[in-house]
């Protein structure tokens, strides 16, 4: 039967409620884990998509220095591929977007990352502002 005393509760399953709640048990804690829904890894899900997969949320590492995410994935052995930023892009209807406009954008908006505002405000709103 499980315990009934924890040291940390730790509320919400997805990469950041995961990692706390390894980092804990490792470090010889009881840990209880709570997840709301019938599956772990939040904002992250890869579901089947027909013979392979596809990913609905988070799949990218933006970047490999000072990244726990990336340290962790070389830990695991995890294959990590770089990719360039050059897309392809596609409207609904499946006619091709003016691909080279899009991926300036996206050149201009991970630049604007780089350089945070001095007061916190969103992110779609501060990419827009810049
Ligand atoms: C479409 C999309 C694409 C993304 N792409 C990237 C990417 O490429 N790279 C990247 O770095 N980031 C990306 N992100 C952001 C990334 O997914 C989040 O930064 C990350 O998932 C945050 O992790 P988290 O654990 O803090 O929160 P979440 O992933 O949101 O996990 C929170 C968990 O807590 C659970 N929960 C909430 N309330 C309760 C409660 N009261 N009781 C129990 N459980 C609860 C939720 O069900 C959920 O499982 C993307 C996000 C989206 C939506």
Redesign the pocket.
């Known amino acids: 039967m499980a315990p009934l005393n924890y040291d940390t509760i730790v509320?919400?399953?997805?990469?950041?409620?995961t990692m706390a709640a390894t980092t804990l048990a490792k470090a010889g804690k009881r840990v209880l884990a709570?997840?709301?829904?019938d599956r772990?890894?939040?904002?992250?899900r890869t579901v089947p998509f027909g013979d392979g997969i596809v990913e609905?949320?988070?799949?990218?590492?933006?970047g490999t220095e000072h990244s726990r995410?990336y340290e962790l994935a070389i830990q695991n052995n995890v294959t990590v591929l770089s990719q360039p930023l050059d897309y392809k892009m596609y409207r609904s209807d499946g006619s091709e977007a003016d691909s080279a406009l899009v991926n300036d954008l996206l050149t201009f908006s991970l630049g604007v990352v780089d350089e945070p505002p001095p007061e916190p405000e969103p992110l779609g709103q501060y990419i827009t502002r810049r």
Do not use: K, N, T
């Not at 509320?11 to 409620?17: F, W, Y």
């Not at 609905?56 to 933006?62: D, K, M, Q, R, V």
């Open positions: 509320v919400g399953m997805g990469p950041s409620g709570l997840e709301a829904q772990i890894g939040g904002r992250v609905l949320g988070a799949e990218w590492i933006h995410v």
